[in-house]
């Protein structure tokens, strides 16, 4: 104790956890970071999961590693952010009652133990899940704000319902992803209205679960988390647990947020600007005073009062990465073509790799390829394909009422000049980097410091 007050943000992501120890009063510098991956499981073609354990151990190493390049910080609360979507089935239903208590040894136990491989965003076996929404009386559809899509937790669940009801009947818990990291550390089970409002089972205009379609889809209603703050106390982090992350025990574990919701927290936009983000999937984001759903975007609630229009793309980086790792190359040295001069007779990269929200049926592909073609000629035209699609859903905002004079970007390859520069020329709008490359998990230190 006595060393600079701090507080540690967690960001969940798709394929990995990144750490921020950050300074909680004066500036908010960043004192320490930590980082950690995992795999993305594809059990079959068209499903995407992971094992929660593996967020577990690579967010003990991350919080270590940050920990320990801030040896005098003085850790006095703790949040999480993650990536939206997809469903962890956790939780023995006999072994946690029903707040989701851990016992006396300090460890979550069976309140956190997972009863199968969390089924992800990307994941699209609730396809016919979605499309049964069409179905229901638009009374209990239109407050939810969102159009349908298989990786949202509210398909997913009806599937498992469908498919798996011995595992949802031995779960306590259906929870959003970083909601289960939380839970690993506190033993209490909780979400947040920015995670709550992608699930399509929750209402936006009444800031509270569907109760009416939870119902008609027949779902377990009961499984569903409480809803508070984001910037709540959401629990104690246990002693179990603490020992692993090697932080106190005790410490305060904030709510948190969705991962774009913490982002849009954290980046402090302009006037007239879009905020767009890129990891494994992409985002453009911009705020929104009131809801106002509009066919081809998302709107979800913002941290605080308000929401944001959401125009996503699954196509990012896990499609540059896949491009990446097939041909061989580091992320530099796929960034570095985009400053290759553009060629009219180039390959055309189609970013299709998993499906997209809008075209559930596009598919990827390298046209227009000839023997003269090289290696460095595919990982240009990727790029090329990427930010083509980017400008895609910017024309998608504007559609929604946004027209953006400026970008904020955050996110992976951000800093890198020559992909910057490509990024500009294809969306024709001036760019300005984020304060920080890590955007959520930076917001979600900012919800722990306001809890601090």
Not at 82 to 101: E, I, K, P, T, W
Not at 209 to 227: E, F, I, S
Not at 436 to 444: C, I, N, Y
Request: hydrophobic share 50%; net charge negative; aromatic share 6%.
């Amino acid at each position: 104790m006595g060393g600079r007050a701090a507080v540690v943000g967690i960001d969940l992501g798709t394929s990995g956890v990144k750490v921020l120890v950050v300074a909680s009063e004066d500036d908010g510098v960043v004192l320490g970071r930590g980082r950690a991956e995992y795999p993305v499981l594809v059990p079959s073609v068209g499903r995407a999961e992971s094992e929660p354990g593996d967020w577990w151990r690579a967010t003990c190493g991350a919080v270590r590693e940050a920990v320990a390049a801030a040896p005098d910080a003085d850790i006095a609360a703790v949040a999480v952010a993650g990536q939206m979507h997809g469903v962890v089935l956790a939780g023995g239903a006999d072994g946690a009652d029903g707040a989701g208590r851990s016992g006396p040894a300090g460890f979550a136990g069976s309140a956190a133990d997972p009863v199968r491989p969390a089924i992800l965003w990307l994941d699209q076996r609730a396809a016919a899940e979605a499309d049964a929404y069409a179905d229901l009386p638009p009374a209990l559809t239109r407050p939810l704000g969102n159009r349908p899509s298989p990786g949202m937790a509210g398909p997913i669940l009806r599937w498992l319902v469908t498919h798996e009801p011995e595992r949802v009947a031995a779960a306590r818990w259906a929870l959003q992803p970083k909601d289960w990291l939380r839970l690993r550390m506190t033993g209490q089970a909780a979400t947040d209205p920015t995670d709550a409002s992608g699930t399509l089972l929750f209402d936006l205009e009444r800031d509270a679960w569907a109760a009416g379609l939870v119902a008609a889809l027949g779902l377990p209603g009961g499984k569903l988390p409480p809803v508070r703050d984001s910037a709540a106390v959401a629990g104690a982090l246990l002693a179990g647990p603490a020992a692993e992350l090697g932080l106190p025990p005790g410490l305060p574990v904030v709510t948190g947020a969705a991962d774009t919701a913490a982002a849009l927290y954290a980046a402090g936009l302009g006037a007239d600007e879009a905020m767009l983000t890129l990891g494994s999937g992409g985002q453009w984001m911009v705020p929104e005073p009131a809801f106002a759903p509009v066919d081809g975007t998302n709107v979800f609630r913002a941290v605080g009062d308000g929401f944001f229009r959401l125009a996503p793309l699954q196509n990012i980086g896990v499609t540059l990465n896949w491009v990446r790792t097939m041909l061989g190359v580091s992320w530099a040295d796929l960034y570095d073509t985009a400053a290759r001069p553009a060629r009219p007779d180039a390959p055309v990269f189609v970013p299709y790799l998993t499906p997209e929200r809008w075209d559930p049926g596009a598919t990827g592909a390298w046209t227009g390829l000839t023997l003269a073609d090289q290696r460095e000629d595919l990982l240009r035209s990727a790029l090329d394909g990427v930010a083509t699609l980017l400008r895609s859903r910017l024309d998608d905002l504007r559609a929604a009422g946004h027209d953006p004079r400026a970008v904020l970007l955050g996110g992976g390859g951000a800093t890198h000049p020559a992909w910057r520069a490509l990024l500009e020329a294809a969306l024709g709008l001036p760019l300005r980097a984020a304060a920080s490359d890590w955007l959520t998990a930076a917001g979600a230190a900012r919800l722990a410091a306001a809890a601090a």
